[in-house]
C-alpha cells in the first residue's frame, strides 16, 4: 500500500534511537500516522516541527499497519513562531486537539486547510483572537457549531452577551439577566457582526496585545464545548497544550 500527500505535521513521537512516529494531517485521508526514520537528525528535526506543511509518502504491506512516511518539507511557518510563547503555545493547543480529538484516517478536508491557515495567522496582530474563532470552526466541523449569530429568544443580532451551555445558542444581556451565573460569557470578538459596527465595551480592545479577559472568555467558551461534546465522549480531558494555553490568558487578566 502506498499513497502520498502533502499534510500538517500535528506531533512527533521519538521511537528508538533515531526514528520517530509522526502524526500529521492530510486532506483526503485525515489524520495519518506513519514511522519516520533518521528523524532525530539536525535536518529532519527542523522539518519535523507541528504546524509545519510537509510532502508525505506513506508506505505499508497492508493498510491497516502504521507504515513509514518519507517527509519533504513544503512550508515551515513553525519557525516564526518559536520566539514568541503566546503564540507557540496556540499553535501547540491547536495540533494537539486535532491529534487527540480526531479518529484516524477521517478526512476533514476543511479542517485541514483551517489548520494551515491558522498556522500562518499566528503571526499576525489578531492572532489571538483568530484562535478562537479556529476552535469555533473545529467545534462546527466535528458537528457541535455553536449559533452566536442571534438570540435564541427574542431574535435579536445585537447585543449578545452570552451563550447557554446546553444549547451552544447566544442570547442578549436582557433575556440573559435572570440565568447570567448559569451562562457562559460570550466575547464581542465573537459575534457575527464583529467589532468595527459595534461600539466598544470593557474587555475589547484592537492592537498587536491580545486583550486577556476577552480572550480568557473565549477560551473557556470554547473549551466548554470541547470537553463537553468531544474529549469526554473519548474518555479523555482536554490536551495539556490547551489547558495551558487557557491558563496563560487567564493568569493574565487575573494580574
Partial sequence: MEWREEAVVLSVRRHGESSAIAMALTESRGKAAGLVRHAQSKAMRGILMPGNRVAVSWRARLEDHLGTFSVEPVSSHTAALLMDPGRLAALGAACALVDVGLPEREPHPDLFHSLDALVIALDSPEWAETYVRWEVGLL???????????????????????????????VTAETAAPYRDKLLTLPRFLTERGRSSLPKRDGDRDGENPDPEAIARGLRLTGYFLERHIFSMLDKPLPDARLRLYERFRKAAAA
Fill in 140 to 170: 462546527a466541523e466535528l458537528g457541535f457549531g455553536l449559533d452566536l449569530s442571534k438570540c435564541a429568544v427574542t431574535g435579536e443580532v445585537e447585543n449578545l452577551t452570552y451563550v447557554s451551555p446546553k444549547t451552544g445558542r447566544a
